[in-house]
T-cell receptor, first 117, second 115 residues
Framework: KAGVTQTPRYLIKTRGQQVTLSCSPISGHRSVSWYQQTPGQGLQFLFEYFSETQRNKGNFPGRFSGRQFSNSRSEMNVSTLELGDSALYLC????????????????FGPGTRLTVL | AQSVTQLDSQVPVFEEAPVELRCNYSSSVSVYLFWYVQYPNQGLQLLLKYLSGSTLVESINGFEAEFNKSQTSFHLRKPSVHISDTAEYFCAVRGSGGSNYKLTFGKGTLLTVNP
């Protein structure tokens, strides 16, 4: 089975621009979560999508948004980029079986490294 | 809400020495606990997890962690490290109920194994 893939792997943008990152989950996985990783703040949860609906959201401004498609692929968008948005953006997918609050392991992709100049 | 504290940001050790990476968590609900490893320019890989049952969990490459509910800790140990264990290690927690899959991570511990 192919793992979680993220595109592009590297991206350079300038302040004020917007950017869209893509994540393809493992086949059969229905939940996709996004995390931001920076040296100062560490790993922070952005949001999670399940069946095309945002189910959980972290404490990020509205400039950060996402969506999930019917094939479970997900995109996240950052508008009006700021220097502080420079980070590694990680996507994780899981089966998300809902019965009885079962645990579902999250599998991470390699990340997209965004640099804002 | 949950939080995770990794007490050491960097741990340098010599090859074949034992190592312990410390992790404490705070939560008002029952939790699942995890250790992830991140090698340079890569994503996160699950190293081991505690869901329920035995409080001592082991990975296939010699790491182990023990869940201590009274001390709210989940320290990671290895009796003899290799150069290839050099990486950043993250402790993480999430609630064990419901459909909230959000992981809360510690700030990470950089383990450097020197020859």
């Amino acid at each position: 089975k192919a793992g979680v893939t993220q595109t592009p792997r590297y991206l350079i943008k300038t302040r004020g621009q917007q950017v869209t990152l893509s994540c393809s989950p493992i086949s059969g996985h229905r939940s996709v979560s996004w995390y931001q990783q920076t040296p100062g703040q560490g790993l922070q949860f952005l949001f999670e999508y399940f069946s095309e609906t945002q189910r959980n959201k972290g404490n990020f401004p509205g400039r950060f948004s996402g969506r999930q498609f019917s094939n479970s692929r997900s995109e996240m968008n950052v508008s009006t980029l700021e220097l502080g948005d420079s980070a590694l953006y990680l996507c994780a997918s899981s089966l998300a079986v809902l019965a009885g609050g079962n645990y579902n392991e999250q599998f991470f992709g390699p990340g997209t490294r965004l640099t804002v100049l | 809400a949950q939080s995770v504290t990794q007490l050491d940001s960097q741990v340098p050790v010599f090859e074949e020495a034992p190592v312990e990476l410390r992790c404490n968590y705070s939560s008002s609900v029952s939790v699942y606990l995890f250790w992830y490893v991140q090698y340079p320019n890569q994503g996160l890989q699950l190293l081991l997890k505690y869901l329920s049952g035995s409080t001592l969990v082991e990975s296939i490459n010699g790491f182990e962690a023990e869940f201590n509910k009274s001390q709210t800790s989940f320290h990671l140990r290895k009796p003899s490290v290799h150069i290839s264990d050099t990486a950043e290690y993250f402790c993480a927690v999430r609630g064990s109920g419901g459909s909230n899959y959000k992981l809360t991570f510690g700030k990470g511990t950089l383990l450097t194994v020197n020859p």
